[in-house]
């Protein structure tokens, strides 16, 4: 599986932007979806999480409520819906998948190249 993330930018804080990331493979269906980020300076930790049917989704404290998951199996395409964002947000998001519904970044087997995002105050 080959993830390709965008749709990172710019956007000032309380305001909306959507990521996206593409993935190769007839198996993607089969794998749960993660999305991760590292800011600056800081480590990479996990976002949000959604399983291979869609039917289970889960977040860090830090985005429940404002951020959404989803994916797209016909189109081989996982999104993550960012609202009212903060500058703590500010980070390369990362996505990447699993053959486990799992946080665990270590159980990722494929990893997206990265999509920054910057919030502005």
């Known amino acids: 599986v080959q993830l390709q993330a965008s749709g990172g930018g710019l956007v000032q804080a309380g305001g909306s932007l959507r990521l996206s990331c593409g993935a190769s493979g007839r198996t993607f269906s089969r794998y749960s979806l993660g999305w991760f980020r590292q800011a600056p300076g800081k480590e990479r930790e996990f976002v949000a999480l959604i399983d291979g049917s869609a039917v289970r989704s889960f977040y860090s404290d830090s985005v429940k409520g404002r951020f959404t998951i989803s994916r797209d199996n016909a189109k081989n395409t996982v999104y993550l819906q960012m609202n009212s964002v903060k500058p703590e947000d500010t980070a390369v998001y990362y996505c990447?998948?699993?053959?486990?519904?799992?946080?665990?970044?270590?159980?990722?087997?494929?990893w997206g190249q990265g999509t920054l995002v910057t919030v502005s105050s």
């Open positions: 990447a998948a699993a053959l486990r519904y799992t946080v665990a970044m270590g159980n990722y087997d494929y």
